[in-house]
Every structure is written in structure tokens, then in C-alpha cells.
């Protein structure tokens, strides 16, 4: 058993949530279905639903890492009232951190090869720029897999590093970079006429543009980009000093993470709208018609890709830690494993799943690891998003809500929230957010 857990500084406990949450969920995903769903309305609903019912699962999950103080199964073992010892399965929910690991860091991998392009020569038109993609994503296994191995072992180095000098040191220092880096380019793109049309395009709504499939699209996303219901928060929660406000500190990663979201948007569209691309380009709009425009701009653009780029792998990489934490700390606290032989297996494990989700989109090897239409890529992604996370939150709500003694609650909350916030918090995590993530993910099933 490990019981001398290291304990985050606060500011280290924000930026390193803050790590968690902002990932290439807000910088790739976010701008790319904000433009595939039409803009304003689509963010509308995504700022909604992180207000009422993101933040609040957020810090649902931050009072069960901080009460419990250990991996997210013995929290909810510790937690549950004596005659429903059973919740404890409740806490592998941590599981789906490694589920999204093997694609995330494949991901990753692919942000690594264009900061190796900014460097080496960015493609000039937009056929090149697919080209240059569909070579990658199809046609290059060894290369995605060297890439891969890559984001795999800079995990590794900082897990082992533990809490403090692991995990809270690499947040410390890339977190300030990352938002210099997001300031820097949005203080660049002001200067656009292109970014009034960007702001319009974020912020003037137009409803006829919503359907049914942007709404729950848009509700997903609110949950990945919070991080919610894997068990990240949950674990770095753990590691909080005694007194910490955790109402303050969930406020706080919200609206970090929904800030560089909207940076992130405002940035991409000012350079699509500037430079003449279009915004509904889909999963490639980073990878496909950024590169090109960067390549308009002569060495400058070179400049703003490589920051660009390096920004991406940075949100990318300081969630990849938050995603692997919750297992190693379950393995070092449950199992007795040291740290060392915790990550080593945690990472070789979901470094040859991504290996077969690497193979499963190239040519000559998708057809054993296709499934109907999908291929072990989409099905992992589409695990998390309609299945997986939504369980993991209704969980944390239903705990939270109905299963831990109300008074524990209260005992981290009241104080710092005051009496009705309080009350709209805890309706919200019993009534809200179940009644939300059920509907979510039956609709999902549908839609999909
Ligand atoms: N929130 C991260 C992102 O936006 C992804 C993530 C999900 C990280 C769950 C940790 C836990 O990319």
C-alpha cells in the first residue's frame, strides 16, 4: 500500500487539471465540429451544457478523489455506506482512460509528424494538404507507430516522475506555455479582417442550423473536454491538500478549458476566414486547410504552424498523463505494484492496442480489424463517446447524489458555496445530470 501520497500545491492542482480537461478536445475537436454543426447555436449549447451540468459533475467527481484519497476504486469502496460496499466496481470506470489512449496518442503522434512538417516544408495547395494527410492516415503505419511510441514514452517519463515531480512539474511549466502560445496567435489574428467574421461565425447564433444530432453532439463534447466520468479529475483530486475549496477549483478548470476552446475556435476561423477556407471541413480542418494557409505565409507561417502545432501536442499530451494516472495509482494503490512496473505495463498495453488501431485505418491491414462498417479506430472513439463517458458520469452522479452520506458532501462544499448554491448544485448532480446523460446516450445509440 502506498499511503504517502504526494499532495499537489493548489495552483499546481489547477494547471494540472487544467491539463486534464484542455486537450485536443478543445483544440482540434472543438473547432472542427463547431464548423461541421454550423457555429454560434452549436457553441450555445455546448456553453449551456458545461454550465449546467458539466461543472457540476466536475466537481461531483473532484468531492469523491478528495473525500476518498486514494485510486478511484478504493474512493468509492471508502465512500459507499457499509451495506453498498458494491459501488466499488464503480471505480473502474478508470479503465476508459486507456480505452482513449489508444487513439488519442495516435493522435498525437500525428500532431508530432506536422510539427516535423513545419520544419521540413508544409504542402502549398489544398490537394497536396489532403494528399499529404491521407498518406499519413492511411498509408504509413511504421510512421504513425513511431509517432505513437513517442507520445507513449513522454507519458511514461513524467508518470514516473509521480504526482509532484511528474505530473504537477510538466503542468506547471507547459500549461503558462500553452496559453502564451493561444494568447500570442489570437493577439496575431485580431489583426484580420477575418476575425470579425470568426466572432460572428462563434457568437451569432443561428437556431435553424440546430438539429437534433448538433444538440447531443454538442453535449458530448461538453463532457470530453471536462474530462468527466473517467476517473482523471478523480485522481488528481486525491492529491489535494486538506482545506482546498473545491468549488473554486472546478470554476477555475470550466472556464480554462472553455476559454482555450473559444481561443482556439477564434484563432483557426480568423486564418480560415482570412486566407479563404471553409469551416465545416471536418476532422482534417487542422490538419488539411491550416497547413496550407500557414504556407502562404512564407516563413512566418512556418513560424505560426510550429507554434501552432507544438501548442496542440502540449493540450494533447498533458491529458494523455491525466488518462493513464487513474490505472498506474489504481495498480501502485490496490495491487501493491511499484510505480516503475505499474507504468511500464500500463503503457505497453495501450501502445499495441494503438498499434492495431494504427493498423485498423491502414491499407492492407483493415480488414481483420474492421467490425461491420467500422473500423477498431471509430469503434474505440465511438465506445467512449456514446457509451463509456456518459456511463462514467452517471455514475459519479448517481454516488454522489444518492449513495455518499449527504452530510460528507456538504462538509466540502457548503462552506464555499453557500446555502443555494449548494442546493442548485446537489439538484442538479440528482436530478439533472442523470436525467441529461440518459437521454444523451440513448439518443446517441439512435443517431449514430
Ligand atoms: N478533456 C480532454 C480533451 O479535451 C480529453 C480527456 C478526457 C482527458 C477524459 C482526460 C479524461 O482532449
New binding site residues.
Given amino acids: 500500500m502506498n499511503q504517502e501520497v504526494a499532495k499537489f500545491s493548489r495552483l499546481g492542482f489547477v494547471l494540472s487539471a487544467t491539463g486534464?480537461?484542455?486537450?485536443?478536445?478543445?483544440?482540434?475537436?472543438?473547432p472542427y465540429i463547431t464548423g461541421v454543426y454550423g457555429g454560434g447555436a452549436f457553441v450555445m449549447v455546448y456553453l449551456v451544457t458545461i454550465l449546467l451540468i458539466g461543472a457540476s459533475l466536475l466537481i461531483a467527481e473532484m468531492v469523491i478523489g478528495k473525500r476518498g484519497q486514494k485510486d478511484c476504486v478504493s474512493s468509492f469502496e471508502e465512500l459507499a455506506p457499509p451495506r453498498r460496499k458494491g459501488w466499488k466496481y464503480a471505480g473502474f470506470l478508470f479503465v476508459?482512460?486507456l480505452v482513449?489512449m489508444t487513439f488519442?496518442s495516435v493522435v498525437i503522434g500525428w500532431i508530432f509528424y506536422y510539427i516535423y512538417l513545419s520544419f521540413a516544408g508544409l504542402p502549398t495547395t489544398i490537394e497536396d494538404a489532403k494528399e499529404v494527410f491521407d498518406n499519413l492516415y492511411g498509408h504509413a503505419p511504421f510512421l504513425q507507430i513511431s509517432f505513437h511510441l513517442i507520445s507513449v514514452l513522454f507519458v511514461a517519463v513524467v508518470l514516473l516522475g509521480g504526482i509532484k515531480k511528474g505530473i504537477e512539474k510538466t503542468n506547471l511549466i507547459l500549461i503558462p506555455f500553452l496559453l502564451f502560445i493561444l494568447l500570442g496567435l489570437l493577439a496575431y489574428a485580431t489583426g484580420f479582417d477575418g476575425f470579425g467574421k470568426a466572432l460572428a461565425f462563434m457568437f451569432a447564433p443561428d437556431f435553424s442550423k440546430l438539429n437534433s444530432e448538433a444538440i447531443i453532439r454538442a453535449v458530448g463534447h461538453s463532457?470530453?473536454?471536462?474530462?468527466?466520468?473517467?476517473?482523471?479529475?478523480m485522481t488528481y483530486a486525491a492529491a489535494l491538500p486538506k482545506h482546498s475549496n473545491l468549488y473554486k477549483a472546478g470554476l477555475m478548470v470550466a472556464f480554462m478549458?472553455t476559454l482555450i476552446?473559444l481561443i482556439a475556435g477564434l484563432v483557426i476561423f480568423s486564418f480560415l476566414f482570412e486566407f479563404g477556407g471553409t469551416p465545416d471541413k471536418g476532422p482534417g480542418l487542422v490538419f488539411v486547410s491550416l497547413p496550407v494557409i500557414f504556407a502562404k505565409l512564407g516563413t512566418a507561417g512556418s513560424v505560426i504552424a510550429l507554434v501552432f502545432f507544438l501548442a496542440m501536442a502540449v493540450?494533447?499530451l498533458t491529458?494523455?498523463i491525466?488518462?493513464v494516472e487513474p490505472t498506474v495509482m489504481y495498480l501502485e494503490d490496490r495491487l501493491g505494484w511499484l510505480r516503475k512496473k505499474a507504468v511500464f505495463w500500463s503503457s505497453l498495453l495501450y501502445f499495441v492496442i494503438g498499434v492495431l488501431v494504427i493498423l485498423s485505418i491502414s491499407d492492407g491491414f483493415k480488414a481483420p480489424l474492421t467490425f461491420g462498417e467500422k473500423s477498431l479506430f471509430d469503434l474505440l472513439e465511438f465506445s467512449v463517446d456514446s457509451f463509456l463517458?456518459p456511463l462514467g458520469g452517471i455514475l459519479i452522479a448517481l454516488f454522489v447524489g444518492y449513495v455518499m452520506k449527504r452530510e460528507i458532501v456538504e462538509g466540502e462544499l457548503l462552506g464555499h458555496m453557500g446555502k443555494w448554491v449548494f442546493r442548485i448544485w446537489y439538484f442538479s448532480i440528482r436530478y439533472i445530470a442523470p436525467v441529461a446523460v440518459l437521454f444523451l446516450a440513448y439518443t446517441a445509440l439512435n443517431v449514430e
Avoid at 486534464?20 to 472543438?30: D, E, M, P, Q
Fill in positions: 486534464a480537461a484542455v486537450g485536443l478536445g478543445n483544440i482540434w475537436k472543438f476508459t482512460g482513449i488519442y463532457f470530453f473536454t471536462l474530462s468527466i466520468g473517467i476517473g482523471s479529475i478549458d476552446a493540450a494533447g491529458s494523455a491525466s488518462l463517458m
